[in-house]
Nanobody, 115 residues
Framework: VQLVESGGGLVQPGGSLTLSCAASGFSFSRVLMRWYRQAPGKGHELVADISGEGSIRNYADSVKGRFTISRDNAKNTVYLQMDSLKPDDTAVYYC?????????WGQGTQVIVSS
């Protein structure tokens, strides 16, 4: 199982970024996928998740209405569109899934929201 995030960077408050997570090594379309984040000095926070076929999506209250999770099962990729970014969104963002009773994580991608 491999999860590789990309798309992070520095953005001004109010700006947008789209994160991508390329997955391999498992039957991607059958598996729920999650985005977590970890801000400096804090624990992991579940940001959003999406069902295997993409019909069910859940969001943390802190990002609801601003972030959109989606997936392209033909490309084995899950996305996180982040709009109206705030300084509090600054964190390392991780792709995650749970398979065979184990958690799998990507290496993370840094998002910094600052003027």
């Amino acid at each position: 199982v491999q999860l590789v995030e990309s798309g992070g960077g520095l953005v001004q408050p109010g700006g947008s970024l789209t994160l991508s997570c390329a997955a391999s090594g498992f039957s991607f379309s059958r598996v729920l996928m999650r985005w977590y984040r970890q801000a400096p000095g804090k624990g992991h926070e579940l940001v959003a998740d999406i069902s295997g076929e993409g019909s069910i999506r859940n969001y943390a209250d802190s990002v609801k209405g601003r972030f959109t999770i989606s997936r392209d099962n033909a490309k084995n990729t899950v996305y996180l569109q982040m709009d109206s970014l705030k300084p509090d969104d600054t964190a390392v963002y991780y792709c995650n899934t749970y398979l065979m009773s184990m958690q799998f994580w990507g290496q993370g991608t840094q998002v910094i929201v600052s003027s």
